[in-house]
């Protein structure tokens, strides 16, 4: 998918301006600091920037193994983000899974950010929170205080600046980060937000999915909105880390690969003193692969996203006996948290076609169609380049007789987990105006996406070095459709979205080749070409017809990019690694400040969560510092 026209346009307003691509030299280090990131993406770019404006006299690394962003256009126009899922992107790591029969024998691959901001620099933009009773499930089922939606939502409400409604409940007006609907939206949007209530007419209907309350998250449509500001994206390192960049107690280490702690045993137990890098070869490929060490004073911040921190745990020898003794690296702490509880969000992306118009041409890089996009880009930043193609989607939580509908393999999930937690829908549904995939192999055709975002799947998976090479694949399996009763809530994910999908105006058939292969004479049959009627009847499924569906399942499955949790915030006897003050358990001056820390998964894209974990970890370590009282 590589773009012809990667080289972007002059522009003036806002405040940024396009550097030249200049060769960036890794600064000249000093042998200790008291602060060190182990990572710059997300969380470490809120907290690091906010040190730095607020304490002078502290002196703060970023060690980031991947570029920097720095007025780079791919991160600055929001139409590029699928550009940095190329495969030989420089701004993405891809960890590949071990294959799996529980997703047809495929190894599912995993991208996460690997450039200075992170995932924040890379992702899709979608605007979305939790439910509060995500962020209180951390307090009374895990134990950790100070981390319930009441000492959160504050910590999100100052962070950002909604435009769509400043005044709306719970959301901010004067914070960094902006909020809109960014310069374009689809037709197919409109039509989704129109179709969709008049199917789901016995749902409560409002237009905003994300102020935290039972009513709005429950069964809602809503309006995805992006982060971006002046029309262009509105990322953690633009807003929190780059203002403070000349700030002579900050400095950012690009293309440094962290490969380990330095911890020190003396007898009161250990410390992390520091820890040693490498420059990484994607970043600089001709300088000395010599390993470097540097000090920390005060205390070293794990801050390499949850593809990251646990590597650099068990490379550090913290983590199981098992585990590091097949790495070859010897235990230093016993810790078997580390890496055991790897959870995503799975996704299921079904594409139908449609005759309006999607992102499709940019998705198969049509030369005309980027051009055209550049253009009105620079004109009034709307267009193409200012769309990701994600405008509208729903939050569903069944209703009684719709848990039948999903059936028995669904009941004792729905028991155990959902019952009692009212604000929890089950999965979130939209109508993407495009598929975002390798098209290279496909029919040039206008698509329309079902996206069924699975956001708490009963699947657990695991992540840990296979060797203690910082290069080496890891041993990584995504735990996705181990448990049936994600198959179950998919499969009617499945089923739910065509529903609406189909009677859309915009709709012209089914993408056959990417459906379930229904058996010869089926009630669901994929033979529609245009849109049926609102009464039309649903369709009907046979139990052959839910097998060929789960069969379909197994083998598209994929990952909506939000790992989390290889590092939980819980108690050491529960496979805690982190305690409620990110401190690693039998490691002094150690902290977790990244989404490995969730305890329990969460349904939402998973910025804002980030950004709720940062702003409460600035808070934990600044008081610790006596930076603030
Ligand atoms: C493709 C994609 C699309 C997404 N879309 C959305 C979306 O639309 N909406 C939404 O809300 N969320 C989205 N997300 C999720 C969200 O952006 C991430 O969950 C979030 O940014 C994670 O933040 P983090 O601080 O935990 O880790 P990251 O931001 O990933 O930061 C970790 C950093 O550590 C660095 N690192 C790792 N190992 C080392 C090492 N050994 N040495 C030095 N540095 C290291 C990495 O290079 C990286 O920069 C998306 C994510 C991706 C990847
Ligand atoms: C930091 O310094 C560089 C070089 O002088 C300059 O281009 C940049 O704008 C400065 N950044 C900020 C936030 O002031
Ligand atoms: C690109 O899009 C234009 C306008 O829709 C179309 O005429 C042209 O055929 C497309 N080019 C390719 C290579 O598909
Ligand atoms: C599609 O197939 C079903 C089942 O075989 C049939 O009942 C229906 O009439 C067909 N619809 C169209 C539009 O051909």
Redesign the pocket.
Known sequence: MLSPLRVGSLFTLCFWSISTLAAITPPTLDSEYDIIF????????IIAGQLSSNAPDLKILI????PTTRERIEHIQPGR?FT??EPFSNT??FTASKPSDYVAGRSVV???????????????????RPSASDFDDWVTEFGNSGWSSEDLIPLLEMSETYEVNPQGNNHGSSGPLHVSFGGKSFELAQEFLDIGPQVEKNRPLSDEGNDFTEASLNVDWVRWT??RRCGSISA?KHHYLYPQENNSNLVISTG????RLVLSEENEGITATGVE?IY?KHVFPDYPTTTQSITAKKMVIL???????P??LERSGIGAQEVLHQANIHQVVDLPGVGSSYQGIELLLTPYTTDTETFDPLFRNNATIWAEALRQWDIDRTGFMAA?G?DAAIKIRPTEAELQEIGIEFTERWNDFYANKPDKPLFWLSALAGLPADQSGLPILNFMSGGCFLGYPESMGSLHVSSDD?YAPPNFDTGFLSKQSDVAALRWGYKKGREILRRMPGFRGAFVPAHPQFPEGSSAALNETGPVSLDAPNVVYSPEDDEAIDIYIRKFVGT?????GTAPMKALKEGGVVDDQLNVYGVKALKI????IPPSNLN???????IA??QKAYLIIAKELRIIV
């Not at 060690?63 to 991947?66: P, S």
């Open positions: 182990a990572g710059g993406g997300t969380t470490a770019s060690l980031e193994a991947g983000y940095h899922m993405e790591q995993i991208p996460s950010g690997r450039c200075v901001g992170g995932g924040s620099s890379v992702n899709f933009m979608l605007y979305n992006s982060l953690s440094s690969r962290v490969v890098f990484d801050s390499a996203g949850a593809m990251g921190t590597l650099i990701n994600v910082p909506s990019w939000h790992s989390l400040a990244d989404l490995s939402a894209n998973m910025y804002s969560t980030t974990i940062a």
